[in-house]
Structures are given as C-alpha cells and as structure tokens.
C-alpha cells in the first residue's frame, strides 16, 4: 500500500466518480482504476461501488477511507512543513467553526491572518459540535472553534479561549427599544438559535422568578442566514455579544435593553486534533486569535 493508493481513494470518495477523482488529482482515468483495483487486491475486497449517484465506498471502502484521509492529510501536512521551511508561503489551511462564532471577533484575526499569509488556500467549514469533533479526529481538520453559551471542560484537545458578555437586544427602530423590564416584552417575540432547549427554558426561567408568565411567542431559528434577517426586520428580542454590539456593522443596528437580568456569556473554545502537530499557518491563525481577543479582555 502506498500513498497514491489512499490519495486516489481518498479522492474517488470526495467526487464519487473516477473521473472527478482523476482530473483532483491531475493524473489519468486508467490510473485512479488501477490504484484502486492494486488496493483491492492487496486486501482481498471491493472497496468501491457503483449506484445511481456515482461511485460510493463499501463498508470495507468506507472504513478504509476514514482512516485514509488522515494518512493523506498528514503527508499533505508534513510537505506543507517542508516548504514553509523552504520560505515558501502557500498550503492548505481547514478551520471549523460553529455558526455564532462569527460574532466573537474572528473576523478581525483572518484579516490579519491573511496578511501574513497569502497564498494559504483557507476554508472555513461551518458545522455542529460533533461534526467538528469527528473530522478533528480524522484530520480532515487543522483547528475548530466552538462558540456555546453553555460551558465545557477543558480536557483533552478543548480548550477554552475567551468569554464574552452578551446582552438582550432588540432592532433600534423596535417598539421595544425602550424597554427597561421583562414585564414591558410581554407581548414580545424572542428568537434565538440554540438547538437544544436551554435557552428556551433560561427565557422562561427569568419570567418565572420575575413572577411573570412566560413569553407567548419564542421561536427557534437554525439557519444563521434567515437569523440575522429576521432580527432587522422584526419586533424580536435576542441575545447578542457586547462586543458585536459595539465593534460590527450588523451590531449598529441593535440597540441594547436596560433589563434587570442578562443572558449567560459566550465562551469561545479551540478545538485542537489530538496528540498532532499544529502546521505553520495554523498556529499563526491562534496567534491572530488570541491577538484579537486581547482588546476585549483590555475593556473588561
């Protein structure tokens, strides 16, 4: 087995055809089938597959792949190493970030990251928690950065980064922009994106001690997208960083509400693949981070 052999499975895996898989690679057609048919061979199964969507793994091929990519990302990895050495300024650089993470100043560390480095194919994968903890441990990530209200331990490849204050806001032009108590929103909507039922159960949980009852409207949005328009455009009431509220674009539009109570702060967390080596681009990325978080522990 060698590397040309997991790189074109590898590949057939993430186009699903031989031919996606070649033109990836810059090699053949003949050449991908007889990589593949070499690896089939040595380990005695089919790995691939046809279906009416292309080329798929088997359960053998799927496994293997797994394993595959992280073979193949660290050689990629460990060539990236060697010319960066070499004064070379280019490679590849996965992050993961989960959707709110967007709003605690990464911004302002990619844009200085990408100062210094160029020439560094950046991708930026928006996922879950778990997602990024999977392809963390298969390497098909460099870094994660998780941002949750609630808190994590800080064992293994988590750690925790920074905390932000967040605060209940609303659109500066709402009916509620005034509002100084939780008994003036009552006829108010809240929104927010937690998929799980904390923050639901937070919201009524300050009603009740407020001696209120809770709010008759509270909705759940997941696309980030569709968020960020409906808190321009609607009467809503929302949980947003300071920080957000005071250093971007979108944060002008809000404007804070003077209330007895404040939602949990934000903790951002790095997600780092365990036991492995940080490539070059990347431990200048948490450098630019953790940069970009001073200015707010300064304010604190």
Not at 95 to 102: N, Q
Request: net charge negative; hydrophobic share 45%.
């Amino acid at each position: 087995m060698k590397i040309h052999h997991l790189r074109a499975l590898v590949a057939v895996a993430s186009t699903g055809s031989i031919n996606g898989a070649a033109k990836s690679l810059y090699v053949t057609q003949p050449a991908i089938t007889k990589a593949i048919r070499e690896l089939e061979t040595e380990f005695g199964v089919r790995l691939l597959e046809r279906n009416p969507w292309g080329v798929v793994p088997t359960a053998e091929g799927a496994a293997l792949v797994s394993r595959a990519r992280t073979v193949v990302r660290e050689m990629e990895r460990a060539e990236e190493d060697m010319a960066h050495l070499k004064g070379l300024r280019d490679g590849n650089l996965v992050v993961g970030i989960t959707p709110i993470v967007g709003t605690t100043g990464l911004t302002e560390a990619l844009v200085e990251f990408r100062q210094h480095w160029p020439l560094v194919t950046l991708e930026l994968r928006e996922l879950g928690f778990n997602q990024l903890n999977e392809q963390l441990r298969n390497r098909t990530l460099d870094l994660a950065f998780a941002a949750f209200a609630r808190p994590l331990s800080d064992t293994g490849g988590i750690r925790e980064m920074s905390s932000f204050e967040t605060v209940f806001v609303t659109r500066a032009s709402s009916i509620y922009a005034q509002a100084d108590s939780l008994a003036a929103l009552q006829n108010a909507e809240w929104i927010h994106t937690d998929v799980t039922d904390n923050y639901p159960a937070f919201i009524r949980e300050i009603h009740e001690q407020a001696g209120l009852p809770p709010p008759r409207v509270i909705t759940r949005c997941t696309s980030y997208a569709l968020f960020y328009s409906l808190t321009q455009n609607l009467d809503a009431v929302f949980a947003w960083t300071r920080h957000s509220l005071t250093e971007t674009e979108l944060g002008r539009s809000f404007v804070q509400l003077q209330l007895p109570v404040a939602p949990p702060p934000l903790r951002l967390y790095l997600l780092s693949p365990p036991e492995a080596q940080l490539t070059r681009p990347a431990e200048y990325l948490l450098d630019c981070i953790e940069r970009a978080m001073q200015p707010t522990f300064a304010r604190a």
